[in-house]
């Protein structure tokens, strides 16, 4: 049976270290790091099945780790923390952790907590959306959320998003002002209005002045996605 990969983050080396030869003993391939750098850098392309973020006894490095991560990928994750600090805790979970464990537990009862966000995870991913990406931008459906090439977050209004969702659906062909109005603002589209042409605007505005051309307007069609500048489009 193939081992399950597990990242281990923690900034106490004998911990780390003593965590990683446990899990290694029951059924993980376990890979120690001493700071978030290097598992950061793998995780758009050779993610883990999951994070066990320490930290050392830092809630606020922790906190900072794990807004990275979710920036960038859903991995489960989970916390080691001190369950003391109740404002920690609830400002962990509210970043995007599974599951916050306190450090002082012996390593069997991690590991069970472990194998129960994994069991949750497996059942979650049965009808899981796929991650669009497009020249290193990714639009991720399920949390709607728009991704630039460096992790940070596009953010974008419901309407904004809906359109953007539209266009990278629709790439290499018009979309009719009809379209637009119909599945974004639920209504049909009246020649006077420029709600249509002032979403577009604004949606260009938040691309950047470098994506300025990956919506074009075609004359009489309406509006086209080409494309982010020197990309190409695939779906992961």
Request: overall charge neutral; aromatic content about 6%.
């Amino acid at each position: 049976m193939a081992q399950l990969g597990l990242g281990i983050i923690e900034t106490d080396a004998t911990f780390g270290r003593k965590m990683a030869n446990f899990f290694s003993e029951h059924g993980f391939s376990a890979e120690l790091h001493d700071d978030a750098h290097s598992l950061l850098a793998r995780l758009p392309s050779r993610p883990p099945r999951m994070v066990v973020l320490g930290e050392g006894r830092e809630p606020a490095a922790a906190l900072q780790t794990l807004r990275r991560i979710r920036d960038i990928s859903l991995v489960p994750c989970i916390m080691l923390a001190d369950r003391s600090d109740d404002m920690s805790e609830i400002m962990l979970l509210e970043a995007g952790a599974d599951d916050l464990v306190d450090r002082d537990l012996p390593l069997r009862a991690v590991l069970a907590r472990i194998r129960a966000v994994l069991r949750r995870a497996e059942w979650g991913t049965v009808e899981a959306e796929p991650t669009v990406s497009v020249g290193g931008w990714r639009l991720i459906p399920s949390r709607r959320q728009l991704l630039r090439p460096d992790g940070s977050e596009c953010a974008l209004t419901t309407a904004e998003f809906d359109l953007m969702t539209m266009m990278v659906e629709g790439r290499g062909r018009a979309i009719s002002r009809d379209a637009i109005a119909e599945t974004v603002f639920r209504r049909p589209f009246r020649a006077e209005d420029r709600t249509v042409d002032n979403l577009v605007l604004r949606l260009r505005r938040k691309l950047g002045p470098a994506q300025q051309d990956c919506i074009k307007t075609v004359r009489g069609a309406g509006y086209m996605f080409a494309g982010f500048a020197d990309s190409g489009l695939r779906v992961a």
